[in-house]
């Protein structure tokens, strides 16, 4: 069994930053990719930034320029650095593991995280 745990969400002012963090547990051989998901209040939940083991990164549009997705592929744990966050930001914040291997010969498994609460407001 794996377990995704985020940590790092809370109350900003816009304009602030934040640092979301994700470690991954359990019996991993490997992790494909890497990532952080979204939740609006009202609203489904969308791609916000993915990271490949390679270090290749995706962004939502709207992020672009003001969030950076990391990785330490020896920790299992996915970061997100989120600076310049505006009230729209706000959201519950879900990480994700995509293709996560127990053995060479596991095809893998996609897992989320609990999610962790990011409130921009002055």
């Known amino acids: 069994q794996v377990q995704l745990v985020e940590s790092g969400g809370g109350l900003v002012q816009p304009g602030g930053s934040l640092r979301l963090s994700c470690a991954a547990s359990g019996s991993i051989f490997s992790i494909n990719a890497m990532g952080w998901y979204r939740q609006p209040p009202g609203k489904e939940r969308e791609l916000v930034a993915t990271i490949t083991t390679g270090g290749s990164t995706n962004y939502e549009d709207s992020v672009k320029g003001r969030f950076t997705i990391s990785r330490d592929n020896a920790k299992n744990t996915v970061y997100l650095q989120m600076n310049s966050l505006k009230p729209e930001d706000t959201a519950v914040y879900y990480c994700?593991?995509?293709?996560?291997?127990?053995?060479?010969?596991?095809?893998?498994?996609?897992?989320w995280g609990k999610g962790t609460l990011v409130t921009v407001s002055s």
């Open positions: 994700n593991a995509d293709r996560v291997r127990s053995t060479p010969l596991h095809f893998g498994m996609t897992y």
